[in-house]
């Protein structure tokens, strides 16, 4: 499978609620900043990594795809996957300037492309290529319903519906309110309408401080909180690890941590429950698999971040033994030849080879961006 052609494209998919808010941001579109690798025997590899449709930084992704990264690939055997990672990820130039941020999310695109490649050489979506499914169900819990930005009459109706109109049994509310006893008052709303055995975790998207998490804790945790997610700066181990150890409530965190030694950090203080990988940090497949590995060897359960990378994750969740749900969140479903898909509360096997990236033409045509001015 020799490389051929390597181009990046950029698509931006409305949301069909419109607009929605969490603690830090307010989204109308999905951005999909991709890229199509072509091999001498005739595939076509998709990869993308998900953001939030601002076209300036994804024309930065795009950029540093095709001028960066398609040169230090054309040519090369696509089936070589861990060593064209190490290449591009470890190059010398790259690395000088950039660790993580864009190079990361441009090498994701990449690396999800050339694991579909590898997949529909062989004739098999990703999950079984990998070794097959460990679990014969995925559930699913909704995030698309508990918007900060919705109403708290409409959040509520909206967890009613999704669980006696839809089947789930699991959902997640955005939290983050300058004054956490408005997030008290909206998740007890909630508890009240939905019932015990309703499943709810929460997500403040990195908005309080540690003292204000404390006082929030302290009043959520009667609540039966399944996790309490990305509670404070992505980055600080510290006040992680000291509300870890200071509530009932489990921390879950890791969609902006952007490479294994940095999950390896929180892992080792203490500092989270539940590790929530994204393939889009994690420049890809092949680290995400290094990441998932080691907080398995600890015993802690594995929730891949979604929003939105389910065409991907629900592959690596079907696949990991350390993973049981995965969050839903259907923006960009139907961009895809093979969408993801929910039955019951539970996600849908993926039968078509590849990881599922591969966009419609569709998609391509209406939401399709230039990638230069």
């Not at 190079?103 to 694991?115: E, F, G, N, R, S």
């Amino acid at each position: 499978m020799r490389i051929t052609s390597v181009e990046p494209f950029i698509l931006h998919a409305p949301i069909a609620r419109g607009a929605i808010s969490d603690s830090t941001n307010t989204i109308t579109h999905w951005g999909i900043a991709g890229v199509r690798i072509a091999t001498d025997d005739g595939l076509e590899g998709y990869g993308f990594t998900g953001t939030h449709a601002h076209l300036a930084s994804d024309r930065l992704i795009a950029a540093c795809i095709g001028d960066c990264y398609a040169p230090l690939l054309l040519g090369e055997d696509a089936a070589d996957g861990d060593r064209l990672w190490l290449k591009l990820a470890r190059y010398p130039a790259l690395q000088w300037v950039a660790r993580a941020g864009i190079a990361h999310l441009a090498l994701a695109a990449i690396d999800i492309a050339l694991w579909d490649l590898r997949a529909k050489k062989a004739g098999l979506p990703l999950w079984k290529l990998l070794g097959g499914a460990t679990s014969a169900r995925l559930e699913a819990y909704n995030t698309d319903i508990g918007w900060l930005s919705f109403a708290k009459d409409k959040l509520v109706e909206g967890c009613v519906r999704t669980i006696e109109q839809d089947g789930f049994r699991r959902i997640k509310l955005k939290v983050g309110h300058d004054d956490p006893m408005v997030d008290v008052d909206r998740i007890e709303a909630v508890r009240k309408a939905v019932g015990p055995h309703v499943t709810i975790a929460l997500d403040a998207n990195g908005k309080w401080d540690l003292p204000t998490c404390k006082r929030f804790c302290a009043r959520a945790e009667a609540l039966d909180i399944f996790w309490l997610e990305e509670p404070m700066w992505y980055d600080d181990v510290g006040s992680h690890a000291e509300l870890a150890a200071s509530t009932a409530i489990p921390i879950a965190l890791g969609e902006q941590l952007y490479s294994a030694d940095a999950f390896a950090s929180f892992m080792g203080a203490h500092a989270v429950h539940y590790a929530q990988p994204d393939v889009t940090r994690l420049a890809g497949i092949t680290e995400y698999i290094r990441v998932a590995d080691a907080a398995h060897a600890r015993r802690l359960p594995v929730v891949a971040h979604v929003g939105d990378m389910g065409q991907v994750h629900v592959h690596l969740s079907f696949w990991h033994p350390a993973t049981t749900i995965l969050e839903y969140i259907p923006w960009i479903r139907d961009c895809f030849v093979e969408p993801i898909a929910i039955d019951d509360g539970h996600y849908v096997r993926p039968q078509a080879p590849g990881a599922g990236c591969t966009p419609t033409d569709e998609a391509m045509g209406a939401y399709a961006k230039p990638l230069r001015d």
